[in-house]
């Protein structure tokens, strides 16, 4: 008798389940956005406090990390000594310590950046 309650719910269960799965899937971690140590002015979108650059409210703000070579890491663009987050950019980077990146990161330049 209770199966007979769920049978009709059940399709809609299992596309629920399928969907869920599959959006849970396609999310990637983007660079946080969040205050960053000051050098030199502060990148695009953010403002000076103090010795930080703190993100602005303005809703366009990207995560951004401090630039450790003349170039940024991919999926990311140079603004002045920072380098922030293209919009398009669906990983999170941090700056390359020694020769090689931590489990489940892999190396763009001086940078390492989250896999997928």
Known sequence: ???????????????????????????????????????????????????YCVPSSSGNTRGAIEKSSSSCPLGFFSSGNYCLSSPSNEREALQKTGSSCPLGWFSSGSYCLKSR
Request: hydrophobic residues 40%.
């Open 1 to 51: 008798y209770i199966l007979l309650l769920l049978m009709p719910r059940i399709p809609f269960l299992f596309l629920l389940a399928v969907s869920s799965g599959f959006f849970c899937s396609t999310s990637y971690a983007q660079q946080p956005i969040r205050p960053i140590t000051k050098t030199g002015s502060c990148p695009l979108g953010y403002y000076s406090s103090g010795n």
